[in-house]
């Protein structure tokens, strides 16, 4: 089946620097791609989505890139805030298909 | 809150025990899931829901039986658990099946088996 990775397990950023969660997929078919947050006691929150098509999409202090040649997506927090300390998970899918491959998420902490 | 609700947040149970979890979710979602998130794994889906109608079993044992009565709530009746068992069960809905990109999850239930 599709596997969706994320490189770092834990990363620790000082409060108002900038925090880049990696992930690998392996699924070319893919063309959706999307960013979840859970934070502690929750259930995951969409963040942000990107459709293959694209290569960079951005949102309120986040912005995800996608590079499909290299098949690596990455999400990108600027001025990290104490709120943010949450696990975060990547996912793909295939437009009409009802499945989210999960990625094993990547905790990070903020420092204040 | 996401508009997904779930309870009980925890339960401990017994392996000869049978109990029951329940998600409500309050967005008029047409699609419903429940998940399993052991820690180190990735989430794992068990069954998909639309419209009241199961369209996904991800190979979940017996001993995990999901009722959906109508398109707002979602059960898993548990017996004869097993310790392994033990995880964080996520329920999430969406609009369509078709939206299963944008999922909403509850707070999940953390369960126990002792």
């Known amino acids: 089946g599709e596997s969706v990775g994320l490189h770092l397990p834990t990363l620790s950023v000082q409060e108002g620097d900038n925090s880049i969660i990696n992930c690998a997929y392996s699924n070319s078919a893919s063309d959706y791609f999307i960013w979840y947050k859970q934070e502690s006691g929750k259930g995951p929150q969409f963040i942000i989505d990107i459709r293959s098509n694209m290569d960079k999409r951005q949102g309120q202090r986040v912005t995800v890139l996608l590079n499909k040649t290299v098949k690596h997506l990455s999400l990108q927090i600027a001025a990290t805030q104490p709120g943010d300390s949450a696990v975060y998970f990547c996912a793909e899918t295939r437009e009409g298909n009802n499945r989210l491959a999960f990625g094993k998420g990547n905790q990070v902490v903020v420092i204040p | 809150e996401t508009g997904v609700t779930q309870t009980p947040r925890h339960l401990v149970m017994g392996m000869t025990n049978k109990k029951s979890l329940k998600c409500e979710q309050h967005?008029?979602?047409?699609?419903m899931y429940w998940y399993k998130q052991s820690a180190k794994k990735p989430l794992e889906l068990m069954f998909v829901y639309n419209f009241k109608e199961q369209t996904e079993n991800n190979s979940v044992p017996s001993r995990f039986s999901p009722e959906c009565p109508n398109s707002s709530h979602l059960f898993l009746h548990l017996h004869t658990l097993q310790p392994e068992d033990s995880a964080l069960y996520l329920c999430a809905s969406s609009q369509e099946l078709l939206d299963a990109w944008e999922q909403f999850f509850g707070p999940g239930t953390r369960l126990t088996v002792l």
């Open positions: 967005l008029g979602h047409n699609a």
